[in-house]
């Protein structure tokens, strides 16, 4: 992973937004716990138009009251999906069926839950595994769970046809398209370890018939026209539909 560009420039397209015409929703990048992004796209937005938040929200003891606290003050509805960052044993909902609410207007999104949002299916996928897992505790600040698993690959591969995939992860050739080759050594693990989670994205994708993907985790924006995959910056925010054709940036 790359570092993550400066508070100013990561909040440039929020301020952009309302250049737009109104979007569906609105797509956000890990924000580890920390609501700043949420609140100036909330500000920025059309009133109304949802949030959706491709995991690493920061769902940690120390944090849900004020997630509760900020959701309950937004013009909006805020959803999440889980990422490798998110405190698991809080989150005992993590396998639901449908979309769990947490206090009026936040809500989670379990793995292969189809959102309807302004006629589009939204399918959602979240989890990835951590290439920083050897510097957390096991049961403390890295779970297990996190991992995309099988039952979870199965529950999203019954999606059926989406407008959108959103996931945490990216799909396996993004990352080897763009991740920094030296990270896993740095990591302690080997130079040649991959993402499981990551794996598992692609065949999601390609299953479901590669519909446009948007994904976080990797804290660097990029994306690919051609086979529709957007990675989103921490803090990013996308309107979608966006601006531009295939999943490109907003300017």
């Known amino acids: 992973m790359r570092a993550p560009r400066s508070v100013r420039s990561r909040y440039l397209d929020a301020r952009a937004m309302s250049t737009h015409s109104t979007p569906a929703l609105a797509l956000i ?5 920390d609501p700043t992004a949420i609140v100036i796209a909330d500000r920025r937005l059309p009133r109304g138009v949802p949030l959706l938040q ?18 309950s003050e937004l013009q909006r509805e805020l959803f999440w999906i889980r990422g490798n ?9 993590l396998h639901a069926t449908e979309v769990v609410t947490l206090c009026p207007q936040l809500h989670f999104v379990p793995d292969g839950v189809v959102l309807s949002v302004d ?56 990352i080897a398209a763009t991740a920094d080759p030296r990270m896993p050594a740095l990591f302690r693990l080997p130079a040649d370890w991959q ?8 065949r999601i994708h390609a299953a479901l018939g590669t519909p446009p993907l948007v994904c976080g985790h990797m804290h660097y924006r990029w994306s690919h026209a051609e086979r529709r995959v957007r990675i989103l910056d921490v803090d990013e925010v996308l309107p979608w539909p966006p601006s531009t054709a295939g999943t490109e940036p907003v300017a």
């Open 54 to 71: 491709v995991g690493d929200f920061g769902w940690w003891p120390t944090t849900q009251d004020r997630w509760i606290r900020i959701a």
């Open 29 to 33: 990048g890990d924000v580890h716990g």
């Open 85 to 93: 960052h998110e405190h698991y044993p809080s989150m005992p909902w």
């Open 195 to 202: 993402d499981p989670s990551a794996a598992a994205v692609e």
């Open 119 to 174: 006629g589009l299916r939204i399918g959602c996928v979240g989890g990835a595994s951590s290439i920083d897992q050897l510097e957390r505790r096991p049961g403390e600040t890295w779970f297990a769970e996190e991992v995309l698993d099988t039952a979870s690959e199965r529950r999203a591969l019954a999606m059926g046809a989406v407008d959108l995939l959103v996931t945490h992860c990216p799909p396996a050739w993004a």
